[in-house]
């Protein structure tokens, strides 16, 4: 019996809905008339372009005018990017407090900790100005990697066996290994599919320019002219791409004429240079510049006596040195995940138990080695640590993507043997791994280029807008804030692998997520998606332009903190459904709660859920976390936001709309308007109830009209009439 009314009350919610589109009206559509004070809100926040191509972005908060000066940038009109990883650490914002310790070694190698003096982020910008690039490798697929060479497996299969080198999967010297899988799988340099998810990440992450190690005999100039495509593109689209830096060492007269008449010569893709005193940057001996086209820094050797005017692309010191022209010692500095800095093999420390490298875990001792604290990043983050106090403007990163080396000659201690990279704890790879650490170093690059260069500011959502989602989609206009993603990343993948045997496909993406905007009324949050073309229909059991809601901030509950996913399950043209999680200990699982009305014409889709439904109470107090997803297939693992389709933004990360501060602005307490409660207050428009006003607490620190609806009055009162009467019965209590 239960069962039957609970279909009957979907039924009719249903026929509510689509007799509201049809009609031309809904709750919000009668002219005005049905539409609370509550409804609409001006508010303050403004964006305006400056004539210098800037933005300038302010709002109101607690009583004062707050302003930015927004750089030429989608990414920080944005707002600022949210997240939190399998360790529960959480992306930095500008009102974060970090405690940026760091540790040295006395002259007999026993760790000290520097107890250093907590901060504010803070916004870009405040703290002066500060770069940060990272170590980016071209050379994967450029020499023949036989199936099956990948050492974390040869170890998880052999274990302490794996040190004998006669195993036949140890191969031959010279032979190239990967230590573990990329997330991506052995790609290929080239892969442009790759490529663009790399440099999407890396924008998302704040990176200004990756340095490219050409320090051998080969500059990869194909691979380097793919991202310089990929790169102009996005900077075309409004975004703010990595730029590029070569680093040269062998050879490196012949190499920097190689990199001169491949890349620069013809003057392609200016815009994705990195300069420094008005020329590009290149690191190189000062005798290898041609015609005083570059501005030079030299190549700093680990192991090599220290240099002025040098830059390092990895520091064996602890903690790092700082390194620059001889005025200027505090111009950069570097930041490794780890470091071969005892007998330079990594291998006899994974193998044989030698202690004198840093891998992942070292802070300052190698007490903390267990088996799964590489998982951790304590050495990148000392080194962070360190970089936040020393103060540099240029944070040099190693590394993104190394993944291999080769097998060098064996000794009679030693028969196996490798330099750069060997496995989880002895390696340098930031890019996420398929298993191991996956995306933990990602995030906390994330959080520690947000730390060292200042967060992108957050935005104050103090306007409200009534939407009437069977309506036009013209209504929009009247929202000025909008989240855009990259164009073009929902694209076929088919490409080779560097791998013997490996070739890669992915036909996922159909949607291309180009901009969303978000805003709320009175009883609704309403949500506009817009795509780079019409917008294909679902198919069964997809995730088709799903928006996923994490409405309390907090990774403790729901599926990897979301609670809710609107447009769950579309059930027609005019109705689908929102879904609340229903897992359990955190595992994938959503049960649809209620049908709520959507619409899409032509590249436009736009949907409302109300806010009762997500458990928020005050229309004043909103600050939730989300993101947009669409793929052929459905999603329900995190390791799919990376690898599928097309998720608005890319990865772990969220978006994030807030309507207050949590612990930073006073919020006058409006209480959300149930939607059985709407048709009462049409006749009484100044019925909202008023709570009070919450302030922050005193240790917090801050930082420096209506719309016409879309149709008849009788139509806006058929849907309301009918949609309380399904509301009612759905939430009969069993």
Known sequence: MRTTIRRIGALILSLALVASCFIGGSYASDGGRGALAADNAEGTLSFVKNSDGTYRMSYEMNGKTVEYVLPESDFYRNGPLA???????????????????????????????????????????????????????????????????????ILAEYGKDAKKGDLEDWGNVNDIFFFAEPLYGYYYSGDEWVVRKHMELLTNAGIDFLYFDTTNNYIYDSVVKLIQKVCHEMNEQGLKAPKIVFYTHTDAKIRVRQIYNAIYKKGEYQDTWFYLDGKPLIIAPEEANIDDFFTIREPQWPNEPKEDNTWPWIDWQWPQELYGPADNQLEAISVSVAQHSGNGEFSTSALYGYRGNRGRSYDGTNDNLTKDSYKLGLNIQR??????????????????????????????????????????????????????????????????????????????????????????????????????????????????GSMAGTRYKDESGRNDIVSIKVTNDATYLHFLVECAADIAAADADTSWLQILLDVDSSAETGWLGYDFILNNKVIDANATTVASYSGSNGSYGFTDKANVAYKVEKNKFMVSVPLEELGIEYITKINLQFKVCDSRNKYTTCEQFYTEGDCAPLGRLNYVYSTYFPNVSEVKLIKTVKVSERAAKFLNDDSLDVVGVETPPATAKPSGGSKKGCGGFLGGVLAVSAILAAAYIIRRKE
Not at 133 to 153: A, C, D, P, V
Not at 426 to 447: A, C, H, P, T, W
Request: charged share 25%; with cysteine.
């Open 383 to 496: 080194q962070f640590n360190y970089a936040y106090n020393a103060g540099s403007k240029y944070i040099l990163v190693t590394g993104w993507n190394e993944w291999i080396a080769a097998r060098q000659e064996p000794t009679k201690t030693r028969p196996v043997r490798f330099i750069d990279t060997f496995s989880y704890e002895y390696s340098r790879d930031i890019e996420m791994s398929k298993g191991g650490y996956f995306d933990n170093y990602y995030m906390q690059l994330v959080s520690n280029t947000a730390m060292l260069k200042g967060a992108v500011p957050g935005i104050l959502r103090d306007d409200r807008h009534l939407i009437d989602v069977c309506g036009i989609f013209d209504q929009w206009n009247a929202v000025s804030h909008e989240y855009t993603d990259v164009i073009g990343d929902n694209a076929v993948r088919n490409a080779r």
């Open 83 to 153: 997240g939190t990883d399998d360790l529960g650490r959480t992306v930095a914002n500008q009102f974060t407090v970090v405690d940026p310790d760091y540790t040295t070694l006395d002259e007999a190698g026993n760790a000290t900790v520097v107890d250093a003096a907590e901060r504010t982020v803070g916004v870009f910008g405040e703290n002066g100005e500060h770069f940060v690039g990272i170590f980016y490798f071209l050379w994967l697929g450029q020499n023949s990697i036989k199936k099956g060479r990948n050492i974390e497996e």
